[in-house]
């Protein structure tokens, strides 16, 4: 009995080491399977991060363009404007010395005019009076002891503007 136990010995030996190499292969396929998980969730975020930076790309780019298309848009639609200066004398011509020299200007605008020019497309951007100095002869009676304003008004500058007629 002895081949006999030898032999059941060396059977149970096999066995116990096909046993333990199952194990080992089940044990190696769960660690395969665990790298390539792994490996799978890095490749994933890999992608994702490519995926995020081809939207931000493209986002950047769609905007680009839009900014590209406005100014061109601006461009071709911007408005052009002419523009034009109407100067407005006192009525009554008062002389820088003498005796007429302390005599105020009072400048009047011609209404007509600027209703015409307004029935023309004409708009008034802004308007600003010219003034000069004055040096009145305060020997003479006239103009007495008192102090005199010696700044009145030269002229009236109007600036209007229209769109161009091209």
Do not use: C, H
Request: charged letters at 35%; aromatic letters at 6%.
């Amino acid at each position: 009995m002895s081949e006999n136990e030898n032999l059941q010995g060396k059977i149970e030996e096999k066995q116990e080491v096909e046993k333990t190499e199952v194990e080992k292969t089940e044990v190696e396929k769960i660690e395969v399977e665990k790298v390539d998980d792994i490996t799978e969730k890095k490749t994933k975020k890999k992608s994702n991060k490519a995926v995020r930076f081809i939207l931000v790309l493209l986002i950047i780019l769609l905007a680009m363009n839009s900014m590209i298309l406005y100014k061109i848009y601006i461009r071709v639609n911007y408005t052009k404007w002419e523009y034009k200066s109407i100067i407005f004398q006192p009525s009554k011509e008062n002389g820088k010395t003498g005796t007429q020299a302390g005599s105020s200007n009072s400048i009047e605008v011609s209404e007509q005019e600027l209703n015409y020019l307004g029935s023309d497309g004409w708009e008034i951007v802004t308007s600003y009076l010219e003034m000069e100095t004055a040096y009145p002869d305060l020997s003479s009676e006239k103009a007495g002891v008192s102090l005199m304003t010696n700044v009145r008004p030269q002229k009236l500058v109007i600036i209007l503007k229209r769109k161009r007629r091209d």
